[in-house]
């Protein structure tokens, strides 16, 4: 099953022209809020399902859930731009196998959400700085497996 980010339906939906970014860019401050919010949904999720709990408990534990879902989507949204700038960057070095700027976009964001799950906010880093290693790393990671594939003797493309 192909994942289709939210970026590349809309790209889709309209002409790339008329695309704007659905919402503001958020500061330093705000996106620690945000992945704190995502950390506890984390947590809360893992203490669900681990079960013991009174029906008030989970009740508050599946709304701390939804809320750190909500979180998530509100950082991916904010952070989409990004994944689609270094998608561009790399398309140069990506026409050669085949992949397009949908592709590119794609592994990016799946990049993207990774960081939004594993950021460290104690860490030495900003999270924009964790988000575009880890974003950067798919795409590069994607265009030299596709550039092996190719140099391959009877290696086929997918497409």
Not at 21 to 28: E, F, K, M, T, V
Request: glycine share 8%.
């Amino acid at each position: 099953m192909r994942i289709v980010s939210p970026f590349v339906e809309a790209r889709r939906a309209l002409h790339f022209r008329d695309f704007k970014y659905p919402c503001r860019p958020l500061g330093s401050y705000e996106t620690l809020v945000l992945l704190e919010v995502v950390a506890t949904g984390r947590a809360a999720a893992t203490e669900l399902t681990a079960g013991g709990a009174g029906e008030s408990r989970r009740q508050e534990l599946r709304q701390r859930v939804e809320r750190g879902a909500r979180a998530k989507n509100s950082l991916a949204m904010a952070y989409l731009w990004n994944a689609d700038r270094w998608a561009r960057h790399w398309l140069v070095r990506a026409r050669a196998t085949g992949c397009d700027v949908d592709d590119l976009t794609q592994e990016a964001f799946l990049g993207l959400l990774r960081a939004i799950d594993t950021f460290d906010p104690h860490g030495r880093r900003g999270f924009d700085h964790y988000a575009e290693v880890l974003m950067y790393g798919r795409i590069a990671h994607t265009v030299r497996r596709s550039l092996a594939r190719d140099a391959r003797p009877g290696a086929e493309r997918d497409g």
